[in-house]
């Protein structure tokens, strides 16, 4: 029995130095992977193994927009560490936020077989607030190195810019080195993958696409044609516009009351006395003048680099004019003198006439800034 309990209490005894030996292996192990360089060089070497569900859960998403894992692996796939041999990194800094949290910066240099260096970025690992056994602290790499950087949209000027439903950013518009009927988006970081675009503008139709973050740019400026409302507005300020000169020069004065003819007040004073010239003939006495039948044809938008920040088309506007005038005609009746007697006959001349107008969206409104139109009748 003595014997029994004397090989009892030795294997108790070596129980607990195994347990003991154990413990701290488990402790030193612990120890050693509290560090944020030990994170740093573990996440490295499973972007490099392409090990991406491994590498995913040593990713410290808390502040930005989650990445799911289908995005992770997008991300990878584009970075394209897999294809390096090896990284060396380097301490860049450590730092602590408002908040408290503790983060350090790694400039890392990505190697081929040869050594040579084929890419350099920056890492940074964060101190989470759980730790290991409740003593070893735990770092976690930010999602930042995965996110696309500097994506640059272009749209029309004006655009109202809408990723993934939420109002992009104004403050991200760069206007210099950019002409102003562009707006152009300058974002710091956008999730990698495949991102919801709409864009809306006044005077062109809406783009619903999907925007693919990892293209680095996109340029919609010759994607939005114009609208059918818009094609109505230019129109009906067309047809105001040629009513205002005919019902100008009838008058023999520039009258403008909306200001229609403003930005091109020069060359409509001239068509003006032209066409007062036209209408107002030594023998006959101007009636009226009518048109109508209006068939506009629209050209290409042009993206200016006016101040204002114009987009413009030209619009070519066929009509009918039909111009009314009292004329003084001999009869067969004779006069004592013998001279024919003259009576009043309403004389009419009809035809088509086209309109050249180049038509400027700016200021939220469409407005005439060029004009050729010629003098009825011909």
């Not at 192990?29 to 490099?48: D, F, K, N, P, V």
């Not at 190195?145 to 000027?157: E, G, I, R, S």
């Amino acid at each position: 029995m003595k014997v029994f309990k004397r090989v009892l209490i030795k294997i108790l005894i070596l129980l607990v130095v195994i347990a003991a030996a154990g413990g701290g292996a488990a402790s030193w192990q612990a120890s050693r992977q509290s560090t944020a360089e030990y994170a740093m060089q573990h996440y490295l070497s499973m972007l490099i193994d392409n090990s991406v569900d491994k590498a995913y859960t040593y990713l410290d998403q808390s502040e930005t927009q989650q990445l799911s894992l289908e995005q992770y692996t997008g991300a990878l796939e584009a970075k394209k560490y897999s294809l390096y041999a090896s990284c060396e990194l380097t301490e860049a800094e450590k730092r602590r936020d408002n908040n408290g949290n503790e983060y350090v910066d790694y400039d890392v240099k990505f190697k081929d077989a040869a050594g040579e260096v084929q890419q350099e970025e920056r890492f940074t690992v964060k101190k989470q607030s759980e730790q290991v056994l409740g003593v070893f602290d735990r770092w976690k790499v930010l999602a930042e190195h995965c996110m696309v950087k500097d994506f640059v949209l272009t749209v029309p000027a004006g655009s109202t810019v809408y990723l993934d439903a939420e109002p992009a950013d104004t403050s991200w518009i760069v206007r210099e080195g950019v002409q102003a009927s562009f707006d152009s988006y300058h974002i710091p970081t956008l999730i990698p993958g495949k991102i919801s675009l709409v864009v809306r503008h006044p005077a062109l139709e809406s783009v619903n696409a999907t925007l693919d973050a990892l293209s680095g740019s996109a340029d919609y400026t010759a994607k939005m044609p114009l609208k059918e409302t818009a094609k109505q507005e230019c129109t009906e300020l067309g047809v105001k516009l040629l009513k205002a000169v005919y019902a100008s020069a009838a008058k023999e004065q520039l009258d403008d009351p909306d200001e229609l003819l403003k930005a091109c007040q020069e060359s409509a004073e001239e068509l003006i006395k032209k066409q007062g010239d036209k209408f107002h003939t030594e023998d006959a006495s101007f009636r009226n003048v009518a048109v109508s039948n209006f068939a506009p044809q629209f050209g290409d938008l042009v993206f200016t680099e006016d101040e204002n920040g114009a987009i413009s088309l030209e619009m070519t506007l066929a009509y009918h004019y039909v111009v009314r005038q009292d004329q003084l005609i001999d009869t067969e009746e004779l006069q004592e003198d013998g001279t024919p007697v003259q009576m009043t006959e309403l004389v009419e001349h009809g035809g088509d006439a086209t309109a050249k107008l180049t038509m400027s969206f700016y200021d939220a409104a469409w407005h005439v800034t060029a004009m050729e139109l010629q003098v009825i009748p011909e």
